[in-house]
């Protein structure tokens, strides 16, 4: 019984730790992307100063969902005591942080700014992983494909209303849109649960109050 209650008082602390470097690296560190972004090499076309704002804000609520990724696959792994689900959840936070660096370099190039409110999104979004990942694997990953399902029509929205001229944030949107779509059909393969239409039209709703206010603050 105390080796018991040592080997969870060890996993608690290990838990801790990963969380707080996750969320340290996160909102202070310069993420590097493991790839060159997809705007790299596109020539820069001049936009107006209205078509700037307009890109870095659909551009910082975008870095704001990058935050939250990795926020939500952290928990998730944390939390899995499957080996191949938290490698691959592993797997698609990594490739979020290339994400995470494209937007903020976008975002530098557009001379806008993150979101002020970034541990408050990353702390939620922790929080929801949690949650998901504490009741099952099936509803864990059920979460991570809704998730992704939003994400990707969100991105596509964004393709839809992004000035033409910006190319280069045209091509991170694409290129995120469909990662994206990967991570919610590999989280349907491996098992996902299909969430009841409450939870879809709950995670529906978080997901406008936050685009909403980042598009701003």
Aim: a positive charge.
């Amino acid at each position: 019984m105390t080796n018991g209650r040592l080997l969870t008082a060890t996993a608690r602390s290990e838990f801790l730790l990963i969380a707080a470097d996750t969320a340290l690296r996160t909102l202070l560190a310069r993420s590097s992307a493991s790839q060159p972004s997809p705007a790299r090499g596109l020539p820069l076309q001049t936009l107006t100063a209205e078509q700037a704002r307009l890109s870095a804000a659909l551009m910082r609520v975008n870095h704001v969902g990058e935050v939250c990724a990795q926020a939500l696959y952290m928990a998730q792994a944390c939390v899995t005591r499957d080996e191949s689900l938290r490698q691959g959840l592993l797997q698609a936070a990594h490739e979020e942080t290339d994400h995470l660096a494209w937007t903020r370099e976008r975002l530098d190039q557009l001379r806008g700014r993150p979101s002020l409110l970034n541990p408050l999104w990353f702390g939620g979004a922790f929080a929801i992983g949690l949650g998901a990942a504490r009741v099952s694997d099936a509803v864990s990953l059920g979460f991570v494909a809704e998730t992704e399902r939003q994400v990707s029509k969100h991105l596509q929205d964004h393709l839809q209303r992004l000035p033409a001229q910006d190319l280069a944030s045209r091509a991170v949107v694409a290129r995120m849109q469909g990662d994206e779509a990967r991570h919610a059909a590999q989280a349907r393969a491996a098992g996902a649960a299909e969430l009841p239409a409450p939870a879809r039209w709950l995670m529906r709703a978080a997901a406008k109050v936050m685009t909403t206010v980042a598009h701003r603050i």
